[in-house]
């Protein structure tokens, strides 16, 4: 496995990242066999893992905890915070105070003394970016934390939280983790351009497009995919936009066929290929599905089949727009009506 350079960090992580949301009741409930699919990565060179403190109430990160017991330093680890992690509404968002108990949490969890990169999991826009960016630069300060990173952050957010942080000596963000697949390229017309013009690492998730990708879904098929993290509308077939989708994931999965590459691997190959992308973040459920993801980090596709992607679905362009609902908020239609 060929190792990527993580923006200008001068850290190498592997062009996959194991993620780890699947492991505990949202996806995997046995935690042996979970320990065995993250040990499993490790040995094949996955040396990058991303879990986040809300995935199944904590269980994923005490998982991960669990299985790098003796192999901590073998892992860039990172985790996020942001999300509700209970009724009291201070125990979430971007604030000092929830970030100084937050990160205390996920240490524990993560039976470790420092997270590696440590994310904001979503902006928060009534939030002072320069609250997060202090609380987290002390965090830096105080080695709890190596390196801060933001997930799902506009173009225009990340260029102010860079100007904050020059602005006021804090630590910036050194990474962003967008959603990127071949269904949803809308962070090519603005995210990625802005995170290679900073020098910042991109770690994008769903690649497989929440499961439209894996090569199991097709026009004859009796469901449509699911997942339980995210919106059901996204999957809802009665759709114009989902059944442009399904006419789409038809013509992939035939030039998948025709250039004998299975669907699921052109997909994350595909992510992989942008200049911008330093890893793709995939998160297996069962020890089959991370054998499947594996070979993608060792697959070049030609320009042939990458100027028919293109055909298919034109740079810069996310097919259903509701899969582009998380970060630029302020771009969505209702948020355009003043």
């Known amino acids: 496995m060929q190792y990527r350079p993580l923006g200008r960090t001068g850290v190498q992580v592997s ?9 505990g009741p949202w996806g995997n409930e046995d935690r042996a066999d979970s320990i065995r699919i993250i040990h499993a990565a490790l040995d094949a060179g996955i040396n990058f893992v991303d879990t986040a403190d809300v995935y199944s109430g904590g269980v994923s990160e005490e998982i991960v905890g669990e299985a790098l017991k003796g192999r901590r330093d073998e892992v860039f680890l990172a985790t996020k915070f942001f999300m509700p992690m209970g009724d009291d509404p201070n125990q979430r968002g971007g604030s000092r105070r929830w970030i100084m108990r937050a990160v205390e949490n ?47 952050f506009s173009g225009s957010q990340i260029v102010e939280a860079q100007w904050a942080a020059k602005e006021n000596h804090f630590a910036r963000f050194v990474t962003e983790q967008p959603p990127y697949s071949i269904l949803v390229r809308g962070i090519e017309e603005d995210v990625l351009p ?65 250039s004998g590459i299975p669907l699921l691997e052109m997909s994350i190959a595909f992510v992989l290929t942008h200049p911008g992308v330093t890893s ?20 070049t596709l030609t320009p042939e089949i990458l100027d028919r992607i293109d055909e298919l679905v034109a740079p810069g362009v996310t097919v259903n727009p509701d899969d582009n609902s998380y970060g630029a908020h302020e771009l969505l239609p209702t948020a355009r009506r003043r």
């Open 280 to 299: 793709a973040i995939v998160g297996p459920r069962t020890m089959d599905q991370l054998t499947s993801y594996l070979p993608a980090a060792d697959l």
């Open 194 to 258: 802005t995170t290679q013009r900073h020098g910042m690492g991109t770690l994008t998730y769903s690649p497989l497009s929440g499961g439209w990708l894996s090569g199991r879904w097709r026009k004859n098929a009796a469901a449509a995919p699911t997942s339980a993290a995210r919106p059901n509308v996204r999957f809802d077939l009665s759709t114009p936009a989902n059944q442009r989708k399904l006419d789409i994931v038809e013509n992939l999965a035939q030039l998948a066929d025709q």
């Open 15 to 23: 062009p996959l990242c194991l993620g780890a949301m699947m492991f």
């Open 106 to 152: 996920s240490l524990s969890r993560l039976n470790t003394d420092h997270i590696d990169l440590y994310q904001v999991h979503r902006p928060t826009p009534e939030i002072d970016i320069e609250e997060t960016l202090g609380a987290l630069t002390d965090l830096v300060h105080q080695g709890k934390v190596r390196y801060i990173g933001s997930s799902s």
